[in-house]
Structures are given as structure tokens and as C-alpha cells.
């Protein structure tokens, strides 16, 4: 009865019988080796190494019946001031917003340094532990190590208790740094079955499978004679050990989803529960099965549908939409949700209030602003369902396991006879039809009654961010007086908003750098109409450089990208850059008084299918004009065009950088 489901394709266990390789430190005892080790052999340029992780989860016994408890031991050898971040410490866990928590119940750590050849032990202070909210489902305990320099070795215990049997904890054989032993030990009883899934792992260096050594009874048993007799019975734990040795570091190259998607780890979801009274309960097994259980759900379907009365006394109070068409009457119910409930930050798929306590509050998570939308949509006459995705942070989805958890986010598909869209109400800085891009992660599910259907969340629709630079060059205080206007449509123009907030001093602090040492007048335009250009005009000075008489202007100031982001050999995940975007940069220099053009960069033209480049100069006059674009025609690209799109950045850092060198006339 008592199963663990390998539901992972292809997934090759090597069991090892006579295998017992087992690290000799425990925890509290570090050795002379540990303490002077310098660097690890296999990856030399490591600023830390995890020397050991070993993680337990047990079903223990309660009055309501079984928890979980899980404890994690960790080890850590820092290496150079670069690993020094790694004894910042979080450590996550469930509130299900009804009452029930999972428990932090005891954390221990110390710092270990080597101090004129003695050891010296400094124990974490607990008054230093501290507790973040990180939204309505999840906190966090955080803590940073004391004493930590170059050499140190780290270490932490902690204790972790759950009520929650479908939040069997996961693990993690994968980090940022490299791991020389992980190990994860699951101690399951007949009650519970879990599926399995294995990400990045073809073979475990050890997995193991044992019957529990310990006699463990449920309910009531008396023995006669060795028989037992009463309501209860006994049982032992099945124990499932996997280990992982020398996992390398997990390189976090730019342009991915989230390293959860890429990570080694693995996976529990409860499938099954098997009642100790008999028979057995399926949790969830199948997309509809899911569907289903969402559209009962008083924090999903209910509230969707208690949300209709609320809408209908809005529509009727507030907005008139006799005579529009349904693209219209979309439009407008979205933008009212926009500019009348505010988002408090929080993913969710799930409520934690009721519809008529959003429409007092103005205030609510994703959940309860966009499945309101969805019942204010629908009341309009304007069909809407609710679209569960994972947020670009949260991982991608695995559309072969039905698994709740993969969720937490939800937006509205908006269809009509002659438009289909996903809409979003948490952003007004966004068009109506338009979601975040933190949303845009592969597929997200249709919550509806009937077969499950995906929609494609990826938007094709290309961004464009362009700029017009103009240069007026005097010679004799080696400055150029700038003029820049920056008009920014789609994504691009949602970034701009969103890390600026149409703040000049904010916008003066973030242009600082890109070649200006003055910045002065600064305007914006078109800040609040999503549909329209996002456009920012700003002069300043800019300061040049001299070389043997001769003055070089970077034509493009410091706007172009300095380092090829792409510095891996290879690559075996695609490159996610969100949506497609294209810069344009065009630049005027003014050539004084007395001076001429000594070099200009040749032009140049590139076009692999994949992503086009585009320099050109041209003088006219007393002016050289400058001329770049370079776009990026997909959303993602596969692993295997990697190579092209790293040559294809090796030349906008190359050919966008360039410099213009004037001499003056003899």
C-alpha cells in the first residue's frame, strides 16, 4: 500500500547495495582538513563549496494524526569574498492563511575560523533571527552568519514541522556554488502516496529502498501471544535515500526563466491517501480532476461566482455601456479594475477575502482583483475565464504532472467573435489587453468545466525601444552638449514606467550612467496612455575624451551594452528574453568649428535568421550621422541556437561601442 511513485521519464536508479560512503563529520565537529582547504580541485575558480547537505523528512505522531518534520544540515567551505553571501541564510515556510502554519522550531549555526592556528567556534545569537513576509502564503526566517571571512566554514541545523502532507518538502542537490555530498532521506508510512518527479537527473549516485528497522502502531494494539488485537495495527517506514556527489554549480547565464526550472531536484506531490478505516482517497491525479477541484474551491470558483452580484451592482452604478461592442465594453471593465482596485503585491491563485470586502478595501491580491475582472467582465456580457499560470520566479509548468503547487498566479482570457487576449488587472502601467511580463512563462490552464485546454501565455507582439542622440561638440572644454529623446512602446515602455515611476529625480539617478556627468531638464510624455509611446527627453553634458590631440565621441554615449551576457561554451536551456524587442539608435554629431572627421567606424550589417544588426555611418556636412538597430525576432530561442545569438551579442558589444576620433583641421 505504501508506495513512491517514479513518475519521471527514463529516470535510471543505480542501486548500489554495498554502497556506504558516508561523511565522517557530524555536525558540531569540523576537521584540520575542512579548515585549510583552499580551493576545490574540480572547479578552482569556486568562491564556496557545500561540503555537505543532508536533509531528513519523518511522519511524526500528533493528536490530529501525522505532521512532518523536516531537518536540514548544511555545511559550507568559503572560499574568497565572493562566497561571503552565501552565509545569508533563508529559510522559508507554509501559513495557509486558516489557522494552520508550518513551524520553524529550532535553528543552530556557527562560524568556524582558523585564528593563529586555534580553532575558533562563534555561535549564532537567536536574538538576531528575524521573520519576513514574503506574501500571504509564505514567510521566511532569515539569519546571517557572524565572523564570517575568506576561509571560514559555515554550518546550520534547523527543524521544520508541517501539517500540510501535500507540502512533503522537496530538495535541492543544486546551488550556485558547487556540492560535494547531498543527500535526501524520506521516511514514508502506509497512509500517504506521493508521485515522484526527478528535474536534471539521469541517475542518482545512490537511491535506496528499505523497510524501517522500528515497530510503529496506528490507534489501539494489544498483543496475546504475539497476535495483535484491538482497532489499530503496526507498521514500519518505508525509507527512500538518494544522494548526489560532486553536483556542479548551477551556472545562472542570463535570460532564463527562473533556475528553478534548470536546477537538480526533486519533486513530491501527494497522489493518494489511503484511509487506516479502509479505502482509498484520490488527491489529485488528472487536469480535470484539478479543474474541478478549483471551480468548488470557496477561494476560486465560489468566489468567482459569489463576485457576479458585486459586479453587476458596479456595472449598473458607474459605467454605461449601452450601445458598445464587446471589444468595447472589454476595454473599459478592464480599465476600470485598473484605475479602481490596487494590487498588494502578492501572487496568488487563490482569495483570502470576500469579493464585497475587495470593493470596500480597493485592495486585494492578484487573485481577488482578477477573478473579480473575470465576474465583472462576464456581467458585462463580455465572456471571461479565469487562466492559471507560474510565475517567471516560480518555475515553469510541467503539463505531463497534474501539479497544484506548479501554480500561483491567475489572469483572464477575454474572447469575443472577432478577439482572443489575456488581460491582467494588477498593472495600469500595462494596455488592457496585455499581460505582465512576469506572467509570460510558456502555458498557463483554462479553468473551466469540459476537457482542460492551454493557452500560449508567450506574446509575439516586438517592443521597441529607440533613441535620438544629439551631440554639439566643444572642443575647447572637452564636453558635448547632449540632447536625447527616448520614446519606448509595448514591454519596453512598461519597464521604463515601472523602475522610474515617471520620476525625474529617479530617472536623472538611473541616466546618470550612461554617459552624462549633468544631467538638467528632463520631460516625459505619455506616462499614463498605455496605448502610446512612452517618451522621455532629457539634455546634459557629456564628457569627452582627448588623445594626442584628438577628440573621441562615443556616438551612442553609454547606452549600448558593454558585455556579452553570454559567456558559456554552450547551453542546454533556451534563451528567454519575454517578448521580441528591437533598439534603434540614431545619433547626430556636430563636428566644430575648425575640425573634421579622422575616423569613422566602418558600417556593418549582420542577419543569421535569428537576429538581425545593423551599423551605419554617413557624414553630411558638418555632421557624421550614426545609425544602429539590432533586433531579436522570437521570444525564446532553443539551446541550440545559443551559439548564434551569443555571436550575434560578441557584435553589438563590439560594433554599438565604437568610437568617432575628430582632428582638428592644420
Not at 547531498?182 to 518527479?197: G, N
Not at 554549480?249 to 526533486?266: N, Q, R, W
Not at 572642443?475 to 519596453?492: C, G, H, N, R, S
Amino acid at each position: 500500500m505504501n508506495k513512491l511513485l517514479l513518475v519521471a521519464l527514463s529516470l535510471l536508479l543505480l542501486t548500489n547495495p554495498a554502497f556506504s560512503q558516508e561523511l565522517k563529520s557530524k555536525f558540531g565537529e569540523v576537521n584540520q582538513e575542512e579548515l585549510t582547504l583552499t580551493a576545490y580541485q574540480k572547479d578552482p575558480e569556486a568562491a564556496a563549496l557545500v561540503l555537505f547537505d543532508k536533509g531528513e523528512s519523518y511522519f511524526f505522531d500528533t493528536e490530529r494524526g501525522y505532521d512532518i518534520r523536516f531537518t536540514r544540515t548544511r555545511r559550507i567551505k568559503i572560499f574568497d569574498k565572493a562566497g561571503i553571501p552565501f552565509s545569508e541564510v533563508a529559510i522559508p515556510f507554509y501559513v495557509d492563511g486558516y489557522g494552520r502554519t508550518e513551524r520553524v522550531v529550532s535553528i543552530e549555526a556557527y562560524t568556524y575560523n582558523l585564528e593563529n592556528g586555534a580553532l575558533r567556534k562563534t555561535a549564532l545569537d537567536p536574538n538576531t533571527v528575524f521573520e519576513e513576509k514574503i506574501n500571504e502564503s509564505w514567510r521566511v526566517k532569515k539569519f546571517v552568519f557572524p565572523s564570517v571571512k575568506e576561509g571560514s566554514v559555515i554550518e546550520y541545523k534547523y527543524v521544520l514541522e508541517t501539517p500540510f502532507h501535500f507540502n512533503l518538502p522537496d530538495w535541492t542537490f543544486q546551488d550556485k556554488i558547487p556540492t560535494l555530498y547531498s543527500q535526501y532521506t524520506v521516511k514514508m508510512i502506509p497512509f500517504y502516496e506521493y508521485a515522484f518527479l526527478a528535474q536534471g537527473i539521469s541517475r542518482f549516485h545512490y537511491h535506496d529502498t528499505r523497510l524501517g528497522d522500528a515497530e510503529r502502531t496506528f490507534g489501539q494494539v494489544s498483543k496475546v501471544y504475539g497476535n495483535n488485537f484491538g482497532s489499530g495495527f503496526e507498521f514500519k517506514d518505508m525509507i527512500h535515500t538518494y544522494v548526489m556527489k560532486d553536483v556542479p554549480a548551477f551556472k545562472d547565464e542570463s535570460f532564463i526563466t527562473s533556475s528553478k526550472d534548470y536546477l537538480m531536484k526533486i519533486d513530491f506531490q501527494l497522489s493518494k491517501f489511503h484511509s487506516p478505516a479502509g479505502g482509498t482517497n484520490e488527491v489529485v491525479t488528472t487536469w480535470p480532476e484539478l479543474n474541478k477541484s478549483l471551480l468548488k474551491n470557496d477561494h476560486f470558483g465560489k468566489y468567482l461566482r459569489k463576485s457576479k452580484r458585486q459586479a453587476e451592482k458596479i456595472i449598473e452604478a458607474e459605467m454605461n455601456l449601452t450601445g458598445k461592442s464587446s471589444a468595447e465594453k472589454a476595454q473599459m471593465v478592464i480599465e476600470y479594475v485598473k484605475s479602481s482596485f490596487r494590487w498588494n503585491g502578492f501572487n496568488s491563485k487563490y482569495t483570502s477575502k470576500k469579493p464585497k470586502e475587495l470593493v470596500e478595501q480597493k485592495k486585494g491580491n492578484a487573485a481577488e482583483i482578477n477573478l473579480f475582472m473575470a465576474a465583472m467582465l462576464e456581467a458585462a456580457g463580455v465572456s471571461a475565464r479565469p487562466v492559471i499560470l507560474s510565475t517567471r520566479d516560480h518555475g515553469k509548468i510541467k503539463v505531463d504532472y497534474p501539479f497544484d503547487h506548479f501554480f500561483n498566479y491567475v489572469v483572464v482570457l477575454v474572447e469575443g467573435e472577432q478577439f482572443a487576449f489575456l488581460a491582467d488587472g494588477t498593472e495600469k502601467l500595462l494596455a488592457f489587453n496585455r499581460i505582465p511580463p512576469r506572467c509570460i512563462n510558456e502555458r498557463g490552464l483554462i479553468v473551466a468545466e469540459g476537457e482542460p485546454q492551454w493557452v500560449n501565455l508567450i506574446n509575439n507582439v516586438g517592443s521597441l525601444d529607440s533613441k535620438m542622440i544629439d551631440l554639439k561638440i566643444n572642443p575647447e572644454k572637452l564636453l558635448a552638449d547632449a540632447m536625447v529623446t527616448i520614446q519606448a512602446t509595448e514591454f519596453e515602455a512598461f519597464d521604463y514606467k515601472n523602475s522610474y515611476h515617471n520620476d525625474t529625480i529617479a530617472l536623472k539617478e538611473g541616466l546618470l550612467s550612461k554617459g552624462f556627468n549633468k544631467l538638467g531638464r528632463i520631460k516625459t510624455l505619455g506616462f499614463n496612455e498605455n496605448e502610446r509611446p512612452y517618451v522621455i527627453s532629457l539634455e546634459g553634458e557629456v564628457p569627452l575624451e582627448e588623445i594626442s590631440n584628438k577628440i573621441i565621441v562615443s556616438p551612442f554615449l553609454q547606452f549600448p551594452i558593454k558585455e556579452n551576457p553570454f559567456t558559456q561554451e554552450s547551453r542546454s536551456y533556451p534563451i528567454d528574453f519575454i517578448y521580441p524587442r528591437t533598439e534603434k539608435l540614431r545619433s547626430t554629431i556636430h563636428v566644430p568649428q575648425g575640425y573634421k572627421a579622422f575616423s569613422i567606424p566602418a558600417n556593418f550589417k549582420m542577419d543569421n535568421g535569428l537576429a538581425q544588426l545593423i551599423v551605419n555611418y554617413t557624414q553630411n556636412g558638418g555632421q557624421v550621422i550614426a545609425d544602429a538597430s539590432y533586433t531579436f525576432r522570437k521570444a525564446v530561442y532553443t539551446a541550440e541556437e545559443y551559439t548564434r545569438i551569443q555571436t550575434c551579442f560578441e557584435m553589438m558589444v563590439k560594433k554599438l561601442n565604437e568610437q568617432i576620433v575628430l582632428q582638428a583641421v592644420e
